[in-house]
Every structure is written in C-alpha cells, then in structure tokens.
C-alpha cells in the first residue's frame, strides 16, 4: 500500500514537473434531470453587411447552387450541424424594421436605409416569405423579433395574423395573394430587441408596459401558440431582470412570457498591449492606444484576458437565474441567451459596420466553453443564438463571391451536436489552473450528456495553450464498454481558417482516450476541444 502511495506521488510530482495536471473527474448518471434544449444551438442572422445580401441572399448572376436567390451550398452546411433555430431579422435592425414594406412583388418593395449598419440602402428583397423559405430548406424554426421600438401593436398583431392565421381575414388573403395558402405557424416571437438601448432606450419599468401592451395583441392562432420572449439585459444588469420578473412573471395569459432574451458578447481587452512600454511623459498626445482586439494577431495575455471575458457568462447566467427564481421557483421561464460570440475588430480593409471579423482557434476555444456553460445549466437557459450565421462577428460561415469556407467555430457546432435533445449529466471535478503571472483560469471545462439510445457523450475544453490535463473519470451507473472521440486543434491559438487554406483548422480523429478497468482515462492536449462518445 505504502508502495503505491509513494508510486502515485512520484507520478503527480513528475506530471507537476512536466507541467501536466491529473484530473479525477465524476460522471453521475444517476442524478440526470434535466435534459439539453436543442434550442441552445441556435443562430442569429441580421439585416447586417453580408450576413443576409451577399451572404445567404445573393446575386441572381452569382454561379453557385441556389434556390430563388438563396445560396444552397451554405444550407447543406448548416443543415449538416443541425441548426435548431435561426434569429432573425434582427438585432437592432428588428425595431426600426417593418414588415410590410418585405412582401409581395420584389420590383414593387420600398427601400429603407440600415441606419444602424453603414445606412445602406435596404431593397427589402429579403423579407418574411423569403425567410421562411429559408428556414424551410435549413429544416430550422423561425425566432421572430417584432418591432417594438418604431413600429406599432397594430403592426405587429398583424405581422402575427398575416404569419399564423388559416382562417378568413385580410392578412390571410394577403398571404395568398402573395403566394402562400398554408400559415407558416410560427411560434418562437421577440417583442423587441435591446430596447434598453438600439431598440428605444426604454427603462425596465416603461419596457414592462411596452410589452403587456404588445403582447396583449400577439394572438395565439390555432396550431401557432406563442412563446413570447422578452428583451432581457445586457450582461449583467440584473436590475433589467428584476423589473421584467416583478412586472411580468406572474403576468399568465396576454403577459405571458415564454422567455427573457439575455445579450452577452465576450470582448477582447483594448487599450495598452501588455508587455508593450506606455509612451514617455509628454509623448502620449496623438499616440495611437494599440487594439488588442484584432481577430487574427493576439497575444497569449491578450487570450487570457479575453478567455476570461467569455467565461464570466457563467456567472452572468447565474446572477440571471438567482433573481428569475426568486419569482419563479419551477424555472418555467426560459433564460435565452439570443446573442452571444466574440466581438472583435472588423476585418482590416472592410466597411466596420459590417462587422466582418475572421475567427481562430481561440473562437472555437470560446464556442465549446460557452456551450458547456449552457449545457451545465439547461435548466434555465433553454434557448441561445450565437452572432451570426455568416460574414457577420462569430460566423460559422465567411464567403468571398461563390467561395465559401467553414470556421473553426462550425466545427464546435458539428462536434456538439452529440448532446441535442439528451438528457444533461452533472459533472464532478476541481479543474487545474491555467496561470498568466499571477492570474488564474479554470483550465478545463466539461459538459456530459446521455442520449435517447443510451450513448454518453463528454464534450471537454482544455483552455491551456500550453499544457495538456490527464483525466481519469467515473461514469457513475453508465454501463459502457468503448470510448472514441473527435478532437478539433491546431498549432496556434491564432490559426484560421482561409480561402487560400480551408482546412487548415478541422476536426480530426482522436485517440487520446481509453479504458482501465471501470475507469476512463483520456489526455486533453493544450488549446483543444475533445468529444467523447461512450458507450
Ligand atoms: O449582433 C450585432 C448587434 O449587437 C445587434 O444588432 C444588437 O442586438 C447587438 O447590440
């Protein structure tokens, strides 16, 4: 005994040494409650540069495969990843959006500028039958934000009509007129967005009336029950939730809420590169404070700072939950995460309001984390959309006329899709740091989950750039026999993936993994995202 204690410290010391970290970790089957809204894979897709024009809606002339003018070979990529739902149209686009000026003959459509995006000349060529088309080819629901902050109850209440309803009406005879018998039946509806900022600068307390009165006019068509989902804050503003919570949870009926609509984007630090000298007495006037924010050049202090941004939406998540289940015990409101992903500096040589940014390794360090965060509490959070689709901040899609490229980002989505709809497995373990001087991270984080047919799944993010984790796991009341997995990394945490070189950043097979006895041993490599498939 005495010889395996003193074998097993030797082991740590020499792991220590070698700058590896052993983790015990507990799977606990038997406490699984809760299951994983597919929801939580959800996307955004905004009237925003080319994420719709030149992105899913292109030229007539442009030669790829497409149906009407929608591009089908990004359809087939993100059908492939399953996407459950698509946000749309916006974003701060959605208040000062109005429908009617996006149906009927296209020749015949007003324009608008896009005053929140480079005031471009909105055609409104894409409008709700071709957003629905689209959702149709994707095999995706449509999330639906009305316009509260320019538009009116009547606008919307019709918008809803004109959507959901089947019987005799003038918004259904519309809907034929204009091609479309069947109702479209939508359910997911936004009563705003932002409208503590882009959508109003309303408060809380004006907000609440807002939205009793909106929804008081958003009907429930047959077949087409709303799930109503409220603005919610800003990040961590709880004060936002609170007043939402006190004006509307009990609200049952018309003021029902389905969901509050929580935004949080991970930015990278700015102002004074670390390590770089602040400029003498003196010299500082018209000295340009350098960006630590580009997509693409960063350094491993700039990654710390900014790992650390995304991992505080845990416990923004659950400031959020503490107050909504002060007001609803039975966590029967939903917290929808509606825009969350890595914002940095545009693309260099783009229109910056076009918000056109590359994405890295770090991207999809921050994706699979953030996905664990959601999954480790499916309880409340049943919804989340990241921004956006295509073209747009943390895209899963760039495009450069009919090229196409698929981001490190996309292949987080593919990997996880393993826990879609399955059953949510708590995870017991004390992560090992990731330590910058004299700051520390939790290095890894995990998530587990158990599907219909009785297939464990471990999705494990090792944030260290630098050092792997040794992990030996209990799967409590799991009987299993194998264990393979997937792995996605590459070099650096700055590598991407480009026209020049798509594949650079993939998914690869992993072999890290294995068996010993009852339990499960895996090595998780520096700046890595594994999945494990055990059964
Ligand atoms: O996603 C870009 C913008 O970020 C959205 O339009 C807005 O809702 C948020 O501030």
Known sequence: ???????????????????????????????????????????????????????????????VPKQDRIRLDIVDALKKIKIPNLRWPGGCFADEYHWRDGIGPREQRPTMINTNWGNVTEDNSFGTHEFLLLCELLDTEPFIIGNVGSGTVEEMSRWIEYLNFDGVSPMTNLRKENGRDEPWR???????????????????????????QYSSFAKNYPG?????IACGASGANYQWTEVLMQGLAA??????????????????????????????????????????????????????????????LEEIIEGHDAVMTKYDSLKRIALVVGEWGIWTDPEP???????????????????????????????????????QTINVLQALVLTEGPKMILTPTYHVFDMFKAHHDAMMLPVK????????????????????????????????????PNNPVNLSATLDQVKWSSVKGQILTSARITDINTFDNP????????????????????????????LLEIK
């Not at 204690?5 to 040494?17: E, N």
């Open 503 to 530: 594949s650079n950043v993939r998914i690869t097979g992993y072999d890290g993994a294995g068996k010993k006895g009852n339990l499960l041993t895996a090595v998780i490599p520096a700046k890595s995202i594994v």
């Open 251 to 312: 609200g049952g009926g018309r003021g029902a809420m389905w969901g509050i609509d929580l935004h949080y984007y991970t930015r990278p630090p700015r102002g004074r590169i670390p390590g770089q000298g602040v400029p003498p007495q003196g010299q500082q006037q018209g000295v340009q404070i350098p960006s630590q924010a580009s997509a693409t050049s960063f350094t491993e202090e700039t990654y710390f700072a900014t790992l650390r941004n995304a991992l505080r």
């Open 186 to 212: 939508v359910t997911y509806w936004g009563v705003g967005n932002e409208n503590w900022g882009c959508g109003g600068n309303m408060t809380p307390e004006y907000y609440v009336t807002q939205y009793r």
């Open 224 to 228: 087409a029950p709303l799930r109503k």
């Open 1 to 63: 005994m005495k010889k395996i204690s003193l074998l097993l410290s030797i082991l740590a010391l020499t792991l220590c040494a070698s700058g590896q970290s052993q983790v015990t970790l507990v799977v606990d089957a038997g406490a699984s409650k809760h299951q994983i809204s597919r929801h939580i894979y959800g996307h955004f897709s905004e009237h925003l540069g080319r994420c719709i024009y030149d992105g899913y809606w292109v030229d007539p002339a442009m030669q």
């Open 429 to 464: 373990f004390t992560s090992p740091d990731y330590v910058i001087g004299d700051q520390r991270l939790p290095a890894l984080n995990v998530s587990a989950s158990k599907d219909s047919l009785g297939v464990v799944h471990m999705t494990l993010v090792n944030i260290d």
């Open 349 to 387: 040589g783009t229109n910056p309001r076009f918000l056109y940014q590359q994405n890295s390794l770090r991207d999809a360090i921050i994706a699979g984390s953030t996905l664990n965060i959601f999954n480790n509490h499916c309880d409340r959070v049943r919804m989340a959309q990241l921004a």
